[in-house]
Structures are given as structure tokens and as C-alpha cells.
């Protein structure tokens, strides 16, 4: 299996909306509601933001958004603030296993 | 709070073995599921493997089936991870993190701090 395909970056201006696609395949992302998304600060642990395709955790902005359609999973992130900068890391079950996407480098002009 | 409290930072030979440990804080350990997830510098996040607190039982990516072993204490509330016959390859962050709620869902909750494993001759 080989792991979910997302853009190595993706760049805004604060206040813009981004979205970041995470393609995958019928046998995971397309398979399963089972997709999340983490904000990664390089030197930290990674953080849960999307869980369920579409749901946020307790405390995490609602400016966070997740979809799905067939085997591509996106992320939207609106009103961008500086502290968005970061690298998103999508993840989806896979029957037995869980893949994550190569990551998405997220800079805020 | 729920605190994930990891060991730290190993250097090994090729061909050696490593076990990081994860100790938990803040929950009942035995109630939700442990994953380990590493990051090879540069590179994006790998899943690895997971283990039921509770019964002991475990899952393992195919990748590294045969090489990685995850135990747990739950006297000491602490989730091991051992990878053996290490590789150049196998320099990276390793991270224990705790399942989203009582299922095997691999929504990855809590994170620990991470332990830098780095592998040179």
C-alpha cells in the first residue's frame, strides 16, 4: 500500500482560505469515513484537527474543515493567521493499517 | 491532564535492537488503544503498529511484521515499543500515540513528545 498523495506545499495570504487534497484509493480513503488530518510544527508532536472525515476535536478552531469525495479527502483552513504555518499530515484506515499522506507544507505569506 | 511521557534518545549500531518506552498519565491506561508512529527526518509520518492495553493485543504495518514487537505494563501504565535488526533507515522520531476513544479507530488523539532513535556505524 502505498501512502495517500497529498501537494508538498501550499501557500496564502492571512485571511485567505486554503484547501489541501489527499488522494488515496478505493481500499482506503475511498472505503472508509475513517480520514483524519494532524498540524505538524516542526519540534513538537503532531495535533489532531479532523477526525471522521469532518469533525473536529474539542478546542480545535472552526476555521479547520474536512470533506470527502470517493477517494479524495481535503482539508480547508479559512481566515489563515500566521500560526497556521505548519506541515498537514492526512491519514485514512486501511482495513488493517493506517496510511498517512507525505505531508503538506502549509506557509502563510 | 492526559500526559504521554516517552523515553529518551538513543544512538545504535546496525543490526541492534531499540525499545522506547510510553508512559501514560491522566486516563485509565487500559481503556484506549496505543499506536506508534515515526517521521524519518525529511520525511512524512509512518503508522507502525498498535496494542489493546487492556488484552495485550496487537497490530503491526506488513512493513515492519517479523522486526517490531509492542508490549505493554499496565502496573506502571507504559506501552513499549521494540524494533529490532535496526537499519540507516531506521533513524527517526518515534512517537506513541493515544487512540481517539475506547475503539481501534487510528485517530491519534494525544501524542507523546517523541524519541529520536538514530542509527550509525
Known amino acids: 500500500q502505498s501512502a495517500l498523495t497529498q501537494p508538498a506545499s501550499v501557500s496564502g495570504s492571512p485571511g485567505q482560505s486554503i484547501t489541501i487534497s489527499c488522494t488515496g484509493t478505493?481500499?482506503?480513503?475511498?472505503?472508509?469515513?475513517?480520514v483524519s488530518w494532524y498540524q505538524h510544527h516542526p519540534g513538537k508532536a503532531p495535533k489532531l484537527i479532523i477526525y471522521e472525515v469532518n469533525k473536529r476535536p474539542s478546542g480545535v478552531s472552526n476555521r479547520f474543515s474536512g470533506s470527502k469525495s470517493g477517494n479524495t479527502a481535503s482539508l480547508t483552513i479559512s481566515g489563515l493567521q500566521a500560526e497556521d504555518e505548519a506541515d498537514y499530515y492526512c491519514c485514512s484506515y486501511a482495513g488493517s493499517n493506517a496510511l498517512f499522506g507525505g505531508g503538506t507544507k502549509l506557509t502563510v505569506l | 491532564q492526559v500526559q504521554l511521557v516517552q523515553s529518551g534518545a538513543e544512538v545504535k549500531k546496525p543490526g541492534a535492537s531499540v525499545k522506547v518506552s510510553c508512559k501514560a498519565s491522566?486516563?485509565?491506561?487500559?481503556?484506549?488503544?496505543m499506536h506508534w508512529v515515526r517521521q524519518a527526518p525529511g520525511q512524512g509520518l509512518e503508522w507502525m503498529g498498535w496494542i489493546n492495553p487492556r488484552t495485550g493485543n496487537t497490530g503491526y504495518e506488513q512493513k515492519f511484521q517479523g522486526r517490531v514487537t509492542v508490549t505493554r505494563d499496565t502496573s506502571i501504565n507504559t506501552a513499549y515499543m521494540a524494533l529490532s535488526s535496526l537499519r540507516s533507515d531506521d533513524t527517526a522520531v518515534y512517537y506513541c500515540a493515544r487512540d481517539h476513544d475506547g475503539g481501534l479507530d487510528f485517530y491519534f488523539e494525544c501524542w507523546g513528545q517523541g524519541t529520536l532513535v538514530a542509527v550509525s556505524s
Open positions: 491522566g486516563y485509565t491506561f487500559t481503556d484506549y488503544y
Open positions: 478505493s481500499s482506503d480513503v475511498g472505503n472508509y469515513n475513517l
